[in-house]
């Protein structure tokens, strides 16, 4: 088998919040246990954005990134359900991330690799991180100002992550043809209404064109007896697509 990757400043971190009494024993144990309850190749991703995440901090970078994509989702059910609830997630190969060039630097450097322009007009680079037991991890990374990003800690890290509104605009177009963006969509609008955040202030955010994909989003995945759907109620569902129409 192939060496495993090197993640020791997510180890350390981890470690030190230990011995610092910022976690506990019994936390830190179970965060240990977690990891291995996660299927590959999510665990190595999963550890590998904690090392991310606490490279980043270490360089006072942790105002110039944010995570989108799956990953951010999953970082939103996480704090609404606990790290508990990662080994059921449908997993993502792929790790997205939005920042500046310092940042893109700093992750080149620490994992010895050059980023590959995948599309010059807006400005996307592909990371390729060497696995152990997949030949490689992909980040796709965005160079371009961030915004409203927010901090969620998962598996005892902190992560700068896209907040779920502009999350779900991202994910719109995809969610119309494919089935796991639709279901990120619909389970976004389940942290929304956990926050309390009226179906108003969602549709005051949207052009026409979005309130139309979401619209059709809800009609055609809403299934409140989707087990795997972590979604609104049917009462918040509902009230969302009348307003979408107004």
Not at 222 to 246: E, I, M, Q, W
């Amino acid at each position: 088998p192939k060496k495993r990757m090197d993640f020791d400043n997510k180890d350390n971190y981890l470690e030190s919040a230990a011995s610092e009494g910022v976690l506990s024993n019994d936390d830190l144990d179970k965060i240990l246990t977690l990891y291995g309850q996660i299927d590959q190749p999510m665990r190595t991703l999963l550890e590998l954005i904690g090392d991310l995440s606490v490279t980043l901090l270490q360089r006072s970078l942790d105002k110039e990134y944010c995570i989108f994509g799956g990953y951010a989702v999953l970082a939103h059910l996480v704090e609404r359900f606990g790290d508990q609830f990662i080994p059921a997630w449908r997993g993502s190969h792929d790790l997205d991330i939005v920042g500046t060039k310092n940042v893109l630097h700093a992750l080149e450097s620490r994992y010895k690799i050059k980023a590959s322009a995948l599309n010059h007009n807006i400005r996307k680079s592909s990371l390729k991180v060497p696995g152990y037991d997949a030949d490689e991890y992909k980040i796709d990374y965005l160079v371009r100002p961030i915004s409203q990003q927010e901090e969620i800690t998962v598996l005892g890290i902190p992560l700068k992550v896209m907040a779920p509104l502009p999350l779900i605009q991202s994910k719109l177009t995809a969610a119309l043809t494919q089935e796991k963006h639709q279901l990120d969509v619909i389970n976004l609008l389940g942290v929304l209404e956990h926050r309390n955040i009226p179906p108003h202030d969602i549709v005051q955010k949207m052009d026409p064109s979005e309130r139309r994909k979401l619209y059709d989003i809800i009609q055609d995945g809403f299934d409140p007896h989707n087990r795997v759907s972590v979604g609104p109620t049917v009462t918040y569902a509902r009230d969302l697509r009348s307003k979408l129409l107004n």
